[in-house]
T-cell receptor, first 113, second 117 residues
Framework: DAKTTQPTSMDCAEGRAANLPCNHS???????VYWYRQIHSQGPQYIIH???NNETNEMASLIITEDRKSSTLILPHATLRDTAVYYC??????????????FGAGTQVVVTP | AAGVIQSPRHLIKEKRETATLKCYPI?????VYWYQQGPGQDPQFLIS???????DKGSIPDRFSAQQFSDYHSELNMSSLELGDSALYFC????????????????FGPGTRLTVL
């Protein structure tokens, strides 16, 4: 699976949009971008995933660049409960790779009042 | 909605003892994953099972073993415990490919905090 690079930390004001970048310049054509987050000592939580089109769900939006070498997770209206470590994970999705999530060094997001 | 259940939530053991962690996946989920998260570290994949067969293996020590039972629950057995085994152990479950799972969204349990003294 391709390697990802994320900023170590970022702050965000409550009520503002949080834009979390992720670099995955070695991504392959069959690899998806997944985002998970982990609120302190809780189990990681799935947020969103995408292949090449932008995606949106009730939690967030995912913007993937046309060359797929980077992506941005957008939390539209950050709340204090969004304070967490956010992980960008790139992995293939096929019946041959129904396995592990490789958590790298994510981004510690702190939402402040 | 039902979530992944892990037991016990906290466990304290002495060095060289054994421990068994249990995981009950979300109903209908046939795939179970185990992750270990040491203090200040990111979660690391240990092992996974699909339809009661081991499907993938990570950096799991030989002292650890795991299995998935006919009701799809899973147990992680840890022997000859070492101080370095102190960690949060997460279990996650998902639908496998044959069960209609399409993007491997994994649902994590609350974790078992193991402390080895």
């Amino acid at each position: 699976d391709a390697k990802t690079t994320q900023p170590t930390s970022m702050d965000c004001a409550e009520g503002r949009a949080a834009n979390l970048p992720c670099n995955h310049s070695t991504i392959s054509g069959n690899e998806y971008v997944y985002w998970y987050r982990q609120i302190h000592s809780q189990g990681p939580q799935y947020i969103i995933h995408g292949l090449k089109n932008n995606e949106t769900n009730e939690m967030a939006s995912l913007i993937i660049t046309e060359d797929r070498k980077s992506s941005t997770l957008i939390l539209p209206h950050a709340t204090l409960r969004d304070t967490a470590v956010y992980y960008c994970i790139v992995r293939a999705r096929s019946t041959d790779s129904w396995g592990k999530l490789q958590f790298g060094a994510g981004t510690q997001v702190v939402v402040t009042p | 909605a039902a979530g992944v259940i892990q037991s016990p939530r906290h466990l304290i053991k002495e060095k060289r003892e054994t421990a068994t962690l249990k995981c009950y996946p979300i109903p209908r989920h046939d795939t179970v994953y185990w992750y270990q998260q040491g203090p200040g570290q990111d979660p690391q994949f240990l092992i996974s099972f699909y339809e009661k067969m081991q499907s993938d293996k990570g950096s799991i020590p030989d002292r650890f073993s795991a299995q998935q039972f006919s009701d799809y629950h899973s147990e992680l057995n840890m022997s000859s415990l070492e101080l370095g085994d102190s960690a949060l152990y997460f279990c996650a479950s998902s639908l496998g490919p044959a069960s209609g799972g399409t993007y491997n969204e994994q649902f994590f349990g609350p974790g078992t905090r193991l402390t080895v003294l």
